[in-house]
């Protein structure tokens, strides 16, 4: 039972909360296989598109100076959109080579920017248009897509603030949709409810440490966190296909 093991979940969840901020593409991408750790996969997905709305208006508030508004048309219109044709098909998938195909993408994709750091993605509304895609369906039937808005989101450049506030307004718009979705689905459980206003709390407190963190560090910096961040996603994702462990 997952509660017989809270105190270690609400700790795992507030670094999942400070690296999502500091990498600067959402907590869903280390929280979906924490999560995985202490409940099913279905529940999974149901209590991180919750937990991902508060974390986004966290970060909206704190962030909210730094917004595209020509990018949240751009890129969060298909995420909405092919997030909700994700999280539909999710029950028909299989998760874990689903997983396995992500995991290669985002280890392959961040190694080759890392290497070669000259090498850019053209900032072109083409270019968001996909990542949005990409992104979303890969939130509505994986639970975590903000890898590859995070990748595409890199290749315009932008600074700390407003790559966190963008990305936080696209999540909010994807995480409606999916959570909706995701009840129809019946993935959304009353047993779990209880943990909603914990990570209420978790993410605004992950969310205001992270900005802290973000004050000390530069844009270079930041930039390059991003990549490693979305290369121990990837690494990380590829062992829990392999080496699959519960507590639950």
Request: hydrophobic share 55%; aromatic share 14%; charged share 10%.
């Amino acid at each position: 039972m997952l509660s017989r093991y809270l105190p270690i979940f609400i700790v795992l969840s507030i670094l999942a909360e400070i690296l999502g901020t500091v990498g600067g593409f959402g907590s869903s991408v280390f929280f979906v296989p924490i999560a995985n750790f202490f409940l099913d996969f279905q529940s999974v997905l149901g209590i991180t598109a919750l937990f991902h709305l508060s974390s986004n208006v966290s970060k909206i508030a704190l962030f909210r100076k730094g917004i595209d508004k020509k990018l949240i048309f751009q890129l969060g219109l298909p995420a909405v959109i092919f997030v909700s044709v994700g999280a539909f098909f999710s029950k028909y998938f299989n998760a874990e080579i689903l997983t396995l195909i992500l995991a290669i993408f985002l280890i392959l994709l961040s190694l080759l920017f890392l290497i070669f750091k000259k090498l850019k993605l053209n900032a072109s509304p083409k270019n968001a248009v996909i990542g949005g895609a990409l992104s979303g369906f890969s939130a509505g039937i994986l639970g975590t897509g903000g890898a590859i808005r995070g990748i595409t989101l890199a290749a315009f450049k932008m600074k700390k603030d407003v790559f966190i506030a963008t990305s936080a307004i696209i999540d909010l718009g994807v995480d409606f949709s999916r959570t909706i979705i995701y009840y129809f689905n019946g993935y959304i459980h009353s047993h779990d409810l209880y943990l909603i206003p914990i990570l209420i709390v978790v993410s605004i407190f992950g969310t205001w440490i992270g900005k802290k963190i973000l004050n000390r560090v530069s844009q270079k910096q930041f930039n390059h966190i991003v990549l490693l961040l979305i290369l121990v996603i990837g690494i990380t994702s590829l062992f829990s296909v392999f080496y699959p462990v519960s507590i639950n």
